[in-house]
C-alpha cells in the first residue's frame, strides 16, 4: 500500500488527487450490478418482509455470537467441526435425516401459520 502526500499548490494537488485516485480506484471499485450486492440490496431496501426479518435475526444473533468468542476461537470450531460432522453424519445418517425431516416441517409449519395470521407476510411470487 503506498501513502501518498499532497502538495499545497494548485496544479500539483490536482495532479495528485488523480494519480491517487486512479492507483486507489481498482482496489475500491465493487461493481453493483453482482448478485451478492443485489442479495444485499434485497434483504435490506425490504423486498420481502419474511427474508428482511430472518436476515436481522441472524445478524442479532452473530452480535451475541461475537460477543461470546473470539474470531479465532470461531476458525478452530470451524475447522473441527469441518472434519468431524460428515464421519458423524456417515454413522448416524438415518436418525439425523429423520430428525432433520421432523425440524424442517415443524419450521414450515410454523412459517405458515405466522403468514396467515399477518397479511403482510406473504410471499411475493417472482
Not at 467441526?81 to 454413522?91: G, Q, R
Not at 425440524?103 to 403482510?120: E, F, S
Request: aromatic share 10%.
Amino acid at each position: 500500500m503506498t501513502v501518498i502526500h499532497l502538495v499545497l499548490t494548485w496544479d500539483k494537488d490536482v495532479r495528485c488527487v488523480r494519480r491517487a485516485c486512479s492507483e486507489i480506484q481498482p482496489c475500491c471499485a465493487w461493481p453493483t450490478s453482482t448478485t451478492q450486492f443485489k442479495e444485499l440490496r434485497r434483504l435490506f431496501l425490504v423486498d420481502d418482509l419474511v427474508d428482511s426479518l430472518k436476515f436481522a435475526v441472524l445478524m442479532w444473533v452473530f452480535t451475541y455470537v461475537g460477543a461470546l468468542f473470539n474470531g479465532l476461537t470461531l476458525m478452530i470450531l470451524a475447522v473441527i467441526s469441518l472434519f468431524s460432522i460428515p464421519v458423524i453424519y456417515e454413522k448416524h445418517q438415518v436418525q439425523i435425516d429423520h430428525y432433520l425431516g421432523l425440524v424442517n416441517k415443524n419450521v414450515k409449519d410454523a412459517v405458515t401459520k405466522i403468514q396467515d395470521k399477518i397479511p403482510g407476510l406473504k410471499r411475493k411470487t417472482e
